[in-house]
């Protein structure tokens, strides 16, 4: 034994008496704790239950029922102790048996000292380096048991010969139905696009290379579809193959979240680009808007003058009028469709106003009907529909869209076999519209991702997959839904469920201040155009104009006898909410007097700031008499409070 190794307990199991305490005094002079001698298999049980030696000299001939190799088998299943058997015999019967049991050693009497020592030395080693490999084979074991990850090892022929229970769970089936069978029939994988893609297992094997597999599908037991991410490895030993691992986990969930994520960034992106955007086509539509309006109240004067001269440029002058008040209608959907394109990135707030869902109807059929019966029938069964609440020109929007989207999805070149059917009706509380073609239909992929901004089933270049994302923003913000039902070859139905308005109270005209009186105004924007557009709205007042918040402040530094500060929201340098705050500090009083007009907030804190100030807050494009009004209203109220 090593110097200061601990004392090894060894059994000496030996029916000749004088032999035994031989071997007990031999073994204790070597330095083992020979503690004590069994001359039965009764005796060895007895011994082993009372203290478990570190090894046995297991004599093959003893006293009892059982010899010595059956003892030794029983001891070693139940109590795991290391034998070494001592016999007179080496005949090859008896060493057969022996060998069987796994033993440890084997000694033929008369026993010598030095093989003694060496055969037990060899046997304590042994037994010691079995034992702490099999604590390592279980400790692996559990380790895979217990990971997260599945696990799928295969021999050199590419049979399945271990699974974990994370395997098992993810294949939906148990390790005793996949064992022995090639893993490319178990653990089935595809790509994105349905092509069923090679084992790693049998690349593994067949290029003893490593590697990784990202997003494959893997169809599984009860034809569901998992998206997975793995990594393959051989198994050698040496230059010896073994076999291959694949570890491999379920990111089905991660990835859906992750292109949730993806599309959330995307929209944050589109509504900075939305509110730029709005800003820059609302300023010039502001323009057209007003010069419309104008035109379309000095041209019926012009036109009577015309006629009471008998001059034959009076059709000629009513048709200009027909076409400004064109203009003036277009322009303002083109600001609704602006305005649209920014409302589906965030959430839209309900509009307190009444809609005519029966005439949005009509004005969408009149709109887009011309170009459907290039294509289908068109069907109409519109019953008298209540009003709800909701704004109008949206809600012919939305009808708009989804009659184009139908129209789209015929192929051209059919019009007698095919139909695009629009039904309208109550249902309690409720009415629903419901728009049904005879078109291409969808596959339930497509279906699930209809409502997606920028998903789209049409080629590339016509379309941008915006439409029905934003019609199911507007249905959502008047408190209604959109849904759809499709099958390939059998067209699509889309169903507008919107609540009923419960009370309907008259709306009169707002009525004009009674005595407008001319004021003065200060009127702050970097526009010319809209300069000029405003001053023509406001011509009866006097008009005091600054190009942007820097002059406002020189000429607010001298002259603060204003009743009214039309203030445009995004300028250069200083925009209408800093010039806003700066003179809550130099002329507090003069904040109330202020009127915002924005083309757009620009940012979410400009939008915050709109939302929490008091004052008024015109948006681009705006009509004369919104601004009349707004300018009347404020400017009796200042002098009231003065």
Known sequence: MRPGAPTKAVLVVEDERIVALDLQQTLGDMGYDAYAIAASSDEVFALVAQRCPDLILMDIRIKGARDGITVAELVREQFNIPVVYLTAHSDSATLARAQATGPYGYLVKPVKTGELRTTIEIALFRHATEQRLRERERWLATTLRSIGDAVVMVDVAGNINYVNPAAERLLQQSAAEVLGRPARDVVRLFDPAGARLESPLDRALSLRESGMLRDAELHVADRDKRVIADSFAPVTDGEDLLGAVMVFRDVTDERRMQRQLE??????????????????????????????????????????????????????????????????????????????????????????????????????????????????????????????????????????????????????????????????????????????????????????????????????????????????????????????????????????????????????????????????????????????????????????????????????AHDTAFDVIVLDMMMPAKTGAELYEQLLSTHPDLVSRIIFVTGGAGTPRTEQFLLAVPNQVIEKPFSGSVLKSAVAEVAERHRRSS
């Open 263 to 556: 599309l959330a960034d995307r929209l944050a992106s589109l509504g900075t680009l939305a509110a730029g955007l709005a800003h820059e086509v609302n300023n010039p539509l502001a323009v057209v808007v007003a010069n419309a309006e104008l035109s379309c109240l000095e041209l019926p004067a012009v036109v009577a003058e015309l006629e009471r001269l008998g001059s034959p440029l009076v059709a000629r002058a009513r048709e200009l009028l027909t076409m400004q008040r064109e203009i003036e209608v277009s322009a303002t959907r083109i600001g609704r469709i602006v305005a649209d394109l920014k409302s589906f990135t965030r959430p839209t707030e309900p509009s307190a106003g009444m809609a005519d869902v029966g005439r949005a109807l009509e004005w969408a059929v009149g709109s887009i009907g011309g170009q459907i019966r290039q294509r289908a029938q068109l069907r109409l069964e519109i019953a008298d529909l209540p009003p709800i609440v909701g704004d109008e020109m949206r809600l012919g929007q939305v009808f708009v869209n989804l009659l184009v989207n139908a129209m789209q999805a015929i192929e051209p070149g059919a019009v007698d076999t095919n139909e695009i059917h629009v039904r309208a009706q109550t249902s309690g509380e409720h009415l629903e519209v419901t728009v049904r073609d005879t078109g291409v239909g969808m596959a339930p992929a497509q279906l699930a991702r209809i409502f997606e901004p920028f998903f789209t089933t049409k080629p590339v270049g016509e379309g941008t997959g915006l439409g029905l994302s934003i019609c199911h923003g507007i249905v959502a913000s008047f408190g209604g839904t959109l849904v759809a039902t499709s099958e390939p070859g059998a067209g699509a139905t889309f169903v507008v469920t919107l609540p009923v308005a419960r009370t309907v109270a008259p709306t009169a005209a707002s009525p004009a201040p009674a005595n407008r009186r001319r004021s003065r105004v200060l009127l702050v924007d970097d526009d010319p155009l809209v300069h000029k557009a405003i001053t023509r709205f406001l011509r009866e007042h006097e008009l005091v104009p600054a190009a942007n918040a820097f002059e406002a402040i020189d000429i607010l």
